[in-house]
């Protein structure tokens, strides 16, 4: 029914930024809100940031000043701006979307959507 696809991730110098983007498509009717999630090896997936459409967003302390959540509604695309990176910003980041679709006959109200995930690893 809907499905998101992240980019942007890669390699970078601590200190470095970089800018994920995740897009989401499919039987959208609309969109609540769209988030970001991380997940390091051996831990467990933890929030980054969250914005619901035409509110403002919020973000976990550790990145909070650092990154910059957009959401830029009329393309369903959410946007991560990650400045000042830190070793420990190393992880899978996963986009998480809150939608309403209409598919086959049927809505889908409120249901969260993930994507596939982007390697970001900052490293000298």
């Known amino acids: 029914q809907v499905q998101l696809v992240e980019s942007g991730g890669g390699l970078v110098q601590p200190g470095g930024s970089l800018r994920l983007s995740c897009a989401a498509s499919g039987s959208i009717v609309s969109i609540n809100a769209m988030a970001w999630y991380r997940q390091a090896p051996g831990k467990q997936r933890e929030f980054v940031a969250h914005s619901p459409s035409g509110g403002s967003a919020n973000y976990a302390g550790s990145v909070k000043g650092r990154f910059t959540l957009s959401l830029e509604s009329g393309k369903n695309t959410v946007y991560l701006q990650m400045n000042s990176l830190k070793p420990e910003d190393t992880a899978v980041y996963y986009c998480?979307?809150?939608?309403?679709?209409?598919?086959?006959?049927?809505?889908?109200?409120?249901?969260?959507?993930w994507g596939q995930g982007t390697q970001v690893t900052v490293s000298s």
């Open positions: 998480k979307a809150n939608v309403n679709a209409f598919s086959s006959g049927r809505y889908y109200n409120a249901n969260d959507y």
